[in-house]
Structure formats: structure tokens, C-alpha cells
């Protein structure tokens, strides 16, 4: 089955600075790759996807960007703000599949 | 509130009890998960349904666990005999899916679940 690697598991970052979460994924086949935020005690919700045939996705200060070859994905936000603290998950699915979810990355934007 | 929505939200059981869920997904979609989620954890998927069809389960939905969806509307996960190591925060999603297209999975809030 797929597995997807996450990293960094924590992140501290300025306000302003960017950030950068990296995903890789084992199963080649693998075609969607949604990134979600989680705030404390709160449902995971859906920021940004990306499919296999696009190479980057920009919304405002989030991108995603996507190596087929290499089989990662990372995702980029730029000009941080406290309110973007929350732990980020990558995730991987093939066709209509169930998605595989990375372990998390905490991002902390400090003020 | 139209998104997916969780009851309870919080439960708290003693080991050996039983225990059961219930999701109501959004009103259209026809694709409901579940999911388990840890401390310092992603969500780890544990069985969804197309409509009323049951169609995956994961290797760690033991027979402890069963999981309905009559009708294809809401759906209940039951875990009979719990034991502590069941505790963790059970997360439902929905999504249309058609065809052979994956779309957003929107979760719900969760039901923590707590063994005792």
C-alpha cells in the first residue's frame, strides 16, 4: 500500500518568513495530493490540492508543488502569520482510493 | 450547520464496554470514511462506504470493530469489548466522488474516545 514520509515534524518560523513542508510518497501510481490544517481541537480542513498532471498550484500565499519523477510534494507558505500555527498534513491517493496520510508537521509563527 | 457532523463529540467507557459512533456525512455525497487519529498522529484510515456499500477495511479495523451506513445516509462504528489501546479520536469524512476522480474529504470533529 501507499506510504507517505512527512517532514519536518515541527517547524518554528518568524512572522513573514516562509515555510516549507516536504511529503514523499511510495506508490507511483498515486495521482491527488491534498495538504490539510488542523488547528487544536479542531477537524482537519483542506487548504490546497494538487493532481498528478499539474506541477504547481498557487492560492494566494500557499503553493504546492509536485515532482513526479522524485515522488515528493512540498508545500510553501509565504509571508507567515500567527494565525497560520496549526499542524499541517500531506496526504496520497490513486484513482478514487482512500487517502494515506503523513504523521504532521507543527508549524509555530512566532509574532 | 451543513458540513459532517459527529455524536458524541467526547465519550469516556470502561474497558470491556462497547461502544458506537455515529456520522452524518454531507447530504450529497456519496463516499463516507473513517478514520483514527493519535496524539502526534495522521488520521489512519479505517473503512469507507460508497453509498451503503461497504467497499475497504483496513487491517486495523479488527472484528472488534463493525461499521454500518443503511441507506447509504449516516453512518455508526461500533467497538465492542474496548480496550485501551482504542482510545483515540475517531474522525468521519464525506466527498462526491465520481467516477475515478478523488474531490476534497471533508471531516467532521471527531468523537474522542476515552478507555478507562
Known amino acids: 500500500g501507499e506510504n507517505v514520509e512527512q517532514h519536518p515534524s515541527t517547524l518554528s518560523v518568524q512572522e513573514g518568513d516562509s515555510a516549507v513542508i516536504k511529503c514523499t510518497y511510495s506508490d507511483s501510481a498515486s495521482n491527488y495530493f491534498p495538504w490539510y490544517k488542523q488547528e487544536l481541537g479542531k477537524r482537519p480542513q483542506l487548504i490546497i490540492d494538487?493532481?498528478?498532471?499539474?506541477g504547481e498550484k498557487k492560492d494566494q500565499r500557499i503553493a504546492v508543488t509536485l515532482n513526479k519523477t522524485a515522488k515528493h510534494f512540498s508545500l510553501h507558505i509565504t509571508e507567515t502569520q500567527p494565525e497560520d500555527s496549526a499542524v499541517y498534513f500531506c496526504?496520497?491517493?490513486?484513482?478514487?482510493?482512500?487517502?494515506?496520510f503523513g504523521k504532521g508537521t507543527m508549524l509555530l509563527v512566532s509574532p | 450547520d451543513t458540513g459532517v457532523s459527529q455524536d458524541p463529540r467526547h465519550k469516556i467507557t470502561k474497558r470491556g464496554q462497547n461502544v458506537t459512533f455515529r456520522c452524518d456525512p454531507i447530504?450529497?455525497?456519496?463516499?463516507l470514511y473513517w478514520y483514527r487519529q493519535t496524539l502526534g498522529q495522521g488520521p489512519e484510515f479505517l473503512t469507507y462506504?460508497?453509498?451503503?456499500?461497504?467497499?475497504?477495511k483496513s487491517r486495523l479495523l479488527s472484528d472488534r470493530f463493525s461499521a454500518e451506513r443503511p441507506k447509504g445516509s449516516f453512518s455508526t462504528l461500533e467497538i465492542q469489548r474496548t480496550e485501551q489501546g482504542d482510545s483515540a479520536m475517531y474522525l468521519c469524512?464525506?466527498?462526491?466522488?465520481?467516477?475515478?476522480?478523488?474531490?476534497?474529504?471533508?471531516f467532521g470533529q471527531g468523537t474522542r474516545l476515552t478507555v478507562v
Open positions: 462506504f460508497q453509498n451503503e456499500a461497504q467497499l475497504e
Open positions: 494538487i493532481r498528478s498532471n499539474v
Open positions: 469524512a464525506s466527498s462526491l466522488t465520481v467516477s475515478v476522480v478523488n474531490t476534497e474529504a471533508f
Open positions: 496526504a496520497a491517493s490513486r484513482g478514487y482510493s482512500t487517502l494515506t
Open positions: 447530504s450529497e455525497h456519496n463516499r
